[in-house]
């Protein structure tokens, strides 16, 4: 799960920690690129702008640490996944419903 969340700010999308969310519509925040932001409300269409370079990395780099927080957590140190199976693409359904071995 993410522990960012994304606002449309002056013609981009902008990420912070999803605890600065919480504030009040007008509060000021520093966006994950240090950009200093006034939460709005935005219009549906703000959502199609494109996300701030810098705070995709930033958020990329504080997913990854969450992420790996959490399996450590787990006491898992990532040898189960080695049990999971893999789908390649030539097992995957075709057109007709079958998988690659002729099963439905």
Do not use: Y
């Not at 240090?34 to 703000?46: A, H, M, Q, S």
């Amino acid at each position: 799960m993410s522990t960012v969340r994304w606002r449309p700010v002056d013609g981009a999308r902008h990420a912070m920690r999803k605890e600065q969310l919480h504030r009040e519509l007008g509060a000021e925040l520093t966006a994950l690129c240090g950009k200093t932001i006034k939460l709005v409300r935005p219009k549906e269409t703000d959502w199609f702008w494109d996300s701030c370079p810098d705070c995709w990395s930033a958020a990329k780099i504080i997913n990854s640490a969450a992420a790996r927080e959490r399996t450590l957590h787990r006491g898992d140190s990532g040898a189960g996944w080695a049990a999971v199976p893999v789908v390649v693409q030539d097992e995957c359904c075709s057109d007709d419903g079958a998988d690659s071995r002729g099963r439905r």
